[in-house]
């Protein structure tokens, strides 16, 4: 156990100190963490002290084991990982990209690799091996590209999002299935000296089982145990936990069925990450266990078996640039010519091609599966790991200068823009929307705002509390909230109760219809159990006291009001506005409120005849609100929405936004507020609440949680 633990904190300290000095100079960390094992393994430790490099690195199975074995869980962490990010609906839009790469990576490679075998001087082979062996383990060799160092190069470098990074994931994960099946093909007719067809078979038709089970039922059982850990309140331990022993178990399939563990750790990141239930901090401490312990582990075992001084022999050397230089241009011209089949542009082909080019430690480890059976002797399996380092060392670089310049396809541009803004903002963002109601709830105008603000990529599940109608209250909103996954729900409890249970499944933001006829502050059972719930932002809609809910309704705010401040919650007001403005073509109306002391009985019919309070941009005289609504108004123009502004001088901010939205003819108000509890009851502070009660138009209010940073 000492050595085992001395081993650990070496290798531990060592690649992580190395990885983020690699990190420095623009390398990814992975190189780092490689070269650790390489100046701890017999090429340099083991030259200046092999007494103390045997102790510490004993030729023992048991006590390597161990070490392996951190390192392997580690790679299957960072599938999960992997798995997590993967976007199936990207990588299903490119699909007909995604097999032609797959297979010009894969075909084009594996010959190259036979070709270097058949030429290849004798020394290289293991004496009396056939060469056919040795060609069929070199070209899978070449054949293969490494899933876990392909992943932390493109997250480094953040190209995992990019098109060709989603393609590249998909490709890389097909080049290492057929990889591992065809070497387990290979490996079996080394060790029996004969091709068995029934055991190949066997693992085709065990890993196409797997895969159709993971596609038809996989999904539905880990939503069952997600939601199950929800209901139970299950902390974040406990959900990294099962998380990680469900890839795990995952893997386990994979492995009993002749196909790397890898693969099945991917499908659960894959199942994990769709899961309408996961915990959005399961990822975040995944990665940080991966990045900060395992993953370094794994690279720097991986490192320590390579024996440098071998390079001493030019044979050797040239062979080693040969084999690279193959394995470099067989994977860059397949990937081209597969991407360029689909009708990817040369530039895309090229840089798909250098990021699968990277063979990293899955490539030392088929050179040691070939060392172990002798097909490889240590010149060769020095080749191969050369090659295996080199690629992908040489991978960072090379895709930093392809892709400098170069943003994508406008399609793709649109696509990452809206992204990170979708990152950046409040409340607008993919997420899980819960809207409970009533027989009385007056839906349409409120499914209609709903359905045109927030991503397609949110869902929405309708809470129906009345025991008699059912479901039937809901479906007159859902055609409204536009092409989104909706869940109706009933449940016939106390509002209080029923938003308790529910809010245990996990969800990001509470939308309630409020009546026009609610009297504040008592604003009625539903909406004050709503607002009483102190976990989630609440966005309160109030239709107009004269609007009808009928079918008619499609458009129901052409003019919004956007009273705009220095706060939080008027910046999830305006991210509200902008993007139902961007979505329908409504038109934004920016108010700012300079406050003044309260007028006199003739000050109040001069404003009310001539407006006199309201003043243009020129004459405006308080530069932070002017700052505020440039910054609104940059935000708006980047969406493309129209913005007027509207600047007035008035001692109530109350109303100075009733006038406006009078005055402007505004069919909406939307407010950003904080909520908080003062004496037991929700509280939205006086303007909010004031608005919502006069106003004869419809009324938005956002609440953020006053703890919320």
Not at 86 to 93: C, K, N, P, S
Not at 157 to 167: E, H, I, P, S
Not at 689 to 699: A, L
Request: overall charge negative; hydrophobic content about 50%; glycine content about 10%.
């Amino acid at each position: 156990m000492l050595v085992f633990l001395v081993q650990l904190a070496l290798l531990l300290t060592l690649a992580r100190l190395l990885g983020q000095a690699c990190r420095r100079i623009g390398q990814p960390s992975v190189v780092g963490e490689l070269l650790a094992g390489v100046l701890l393994g017999p090429s340099i430790f083991g030259r200046i002290s092999p007494s103390a490099f045997d102790w510490l690195f004993p030729d023992d199975a048991v006590q390597s084991g161990m070490l392996f074995t951190i390192g392997w869980l580690g790679v299957m962490l960072l599938l999960v990982a992997t798995g997590f990010e993967t976007d199936l609906a990207l990588i299903g839009r490119l699909g007909k990209a995604a097999i032609f790469v797959s297979l010009g990576s894969l075909v084009l490679p594996f010959a190259f690799g036979g070709a270097v075998g058949a030429v290849i001087p004798e020394k290289f082979l293991f004496s009396g091996e056939d060469r056919v062996l040795f060609s069929l383990f070199l070209a899978t060799g070449l054949a293969i590209s490494s899933l876990p160092v392909i992943a932390v190069i493109l997250s480094e470098l953040k190209l995992l999002r990019r098109n060709f990074g989603q393609l590249t994931i998909a490709a890389g994960m097909a080049n290492d299935v057929v990889g591992w099946i065809v070497l387990g093909l290979i490996a079996g007719l080394v060790s029996t000296g004969r091709f068995v067809l029934t055991e190949f078979l066997q693992t085709l038709l065990g890993l196409f089982v797997f895969l159709a089970i993971a596609a038809a039922l996989g999904q539905r059982i880990v939503d069952a145990v997600l939601r199950a850990l929800r209901r139970r309140e299950v902390g974040i331990g406990g959900w990294v936990t099962m998380c990680i022993a469900m890839a795990v178990g995952l893997g386990a399939v994979t492995q009993a069925l002749g196909v790397e563990a890898v693969l099945g750790a991917f499908i659960g990141g894959l199942l994990l990450g769709r899961s309408r239930y996961t915990h959005h901090d399961v990822e975040e401490q995944i990665e940080t266990l991966t990045s900060s312990l395992l993953a370094p582990i794994f690279f720097a075992t991986a490192g320590l078996r390579i024996d440098l001084s071998l390079l001493a022999d030019g044979s050797v050397i040239v062979w080693s640039f040969i084999l690279f230089a193959a394995a470099t241009a067989s994977k860059f011209i397949g990937s081209w010519a597969g991407a360029r089949s689909a009708g990817l542009t040369n530039r895309e082909g090229f840089t798909l091609g250098m990021a699968l080019n990277a063979r990293g430690a899955l490539g030392i480890i088929i050179a040691a599966v070939g060392l172990d059976l002798g097909v490889f002797n240590s010149a060769s399996y020095v080749v191969i790991v050369v090659m295996a380092i080199a690629t992908s060392v040489v991978a960072p670089p090379a895709l930093r200068w392809l892709v400098s310049g170069w943003s994508g396809t406008e399609e793709e541009q649109a696509r990452l823009k809206r992204e990170e803004q979708l990152a950046g903002n409040l409340v607008v963002r993919p997420g899980h929307l819960l809207w409970p109601m009533t027989s009385d709830t007056r839906c349409r105008a409120v499914a209609a705002f709903i359905g045109n603000t927030f991503p397609a990529e949110s869902t929405v599940t309708l809470l129906n509390l009345s025991a008699d109608d059912d479901a039937a209250n809901a479906n007159p909103c859902i055609d409204l909230l536009g092409e989104r996954r909706v869940e109706v729900v009933a449940d016939a409890a106390e509002p209080e109760e029923a938003l308790e249970s529910q809010l245990k499944l996990g969800f990001d933001l509470i939308v309630d219809s409020v009546s026009p006829d609610v009297e504040w502050p008592q604003a009625g059972p539903l909406t004050s159990a709503v607002l009483h719930q102190q976990e989630l932002p609440v966005l309160l809609v109030r239709s107009g006291r004269d609007e009808i809910d009928s079918e008619s309704i499609v458009m129901p705010f052409r003019r919004i009001l956007l009273p705009v401040s220095a706060t939080r919650p008027s910046r999830a007001a305006a991210e509200l506005a902008i993007s139902f403005a961007a979505s329908t073509g409504a038109v934004v109306k920016l108010l700012h409120v300079n406050p003044t002391e309260a007028p006199n009985t003739v000050q109040r019919f001069i404003r009310s005849t001539f407006r006199t309070h309201e003043r243009a941009i020129g004459s405006y005289a308080d530069p932070v609100g002017v700052q505020l609504l440039d910054e609104t108004e940059l935000m708006a123009s980047e969406a493309g929405v129209r913005c007027d502004r509207i600047f007035s001088n008035h001692h109530s901010r109350v109303e100075a936004i009733l006038e406006a939205a009078d005055q402007h003819f505004c069919d909406l108000v939307l407010l950003g507020a904080e909520s908080q509890e003062v004496g037991g009851v929700a509280f939205l502070g006086h303007t909010a609440r004031t608005v919502m009660q006069r106003s004869e138009i419809g009324v938005a209010v956002i609440a953020l949680r006053q703890s919320s940073h």
